[in-house]
């Protein structure tokens, strides 16, 4: 189910006419269609309160002309700029999707619960983060949920053991780890192992320089 954006069509071009929009509470974008693009405004604080929900929902812009509603566009947001020290929105761009065309589209995966082999003393290590899918637009998940909850020291999570609902479709190695705990001094045995081989090339050191 898709949310309603406003979005007002521009015409301005330039940094200053920029600055002027963002000042008034609004972020400058895009909307990459089929045939043309289109630039538009949008407001910051609605946007950012979309994105909050999921960063792939999806949005209908209503597009306003004159101060009337000229069309509605079913849209993903395609990239977001923000400002590297405020973190503010400053560019937003869109892309134009059709509701029965497939969509590949990378989702954020949603650790649940600590895996009890962290309580008891191991180290979880998450390899992923998100995920890869193709699905129709309206079957884009906000999260993908993955319960790690029971996992034990020495266990892991691939790929292969993730199931989506019907029609959505997991793209990559099914031999991918997402997750995976291991045991705490396993952890420390590696840099243990590496000091001990450090020292031991520093006692031969000398030897060998004797009999150069």
């Known amino acids: ?3 309603n954006l406003a979005a007002s069509i521009r015409a301005e071009r330039g940094t200053c006419p920029m600055r002027g929009i963002r000042r008034n509470g609004f972020v400058p974008g895009v909307i990459y269609g089929k045939d043309k693009s289109v630039s538009i405004t949008v407001n910051a604080k609605e946007l950012e309160t979309l994105m909050k929900k999921s960063r792939n929902q999806l949005l209908t812009l209503d597009l306003i002309e004159d101060g009337k509603t000229v069309a509605g566009k079913m849209v993903l947001i395609k990239e977001i700029q923000r400002h590297p020290l405020k973190d503010n929105l400053i560019h937003v761009d869109f892309f134009e999707v059709a509701m029965d065309k497939k ?10 619960g600590v895996p009890k082999g962290v309580k008891l ?7 992923r983060r998100d995920l890869e899918v193709e699905c129709l637009p309206g079957d884009i998940p906000e999260v993908i949920d993955l319960d790690i909850s029971g996992l034990d020291a020495g266990q892991s999570i691939h790929l292969r053991d993730l199931e989506l609902k019907e029609g959505v479709k997991i793209l990559g190695n099914p031999m991918d780890v997402l997750v995976a705990v291991v045991k705490a001094e396993v952890e420390k045995a590696a840099p243990a192992a590496a000091a001990e081989g450090t020292e031991a090339a520093g006692e031969k050191a000398p030897e060998a320089a004797a009999k150069a």
């Open 1 to 3: 189910m898709s949310e």
């Open 103 to 112: 969509q590949k589209i990378k989702v954020r995966l949603n650790f649940i």
């Open 121 to 127: 003393g191991g180290v979880c290590n998450y390899v």
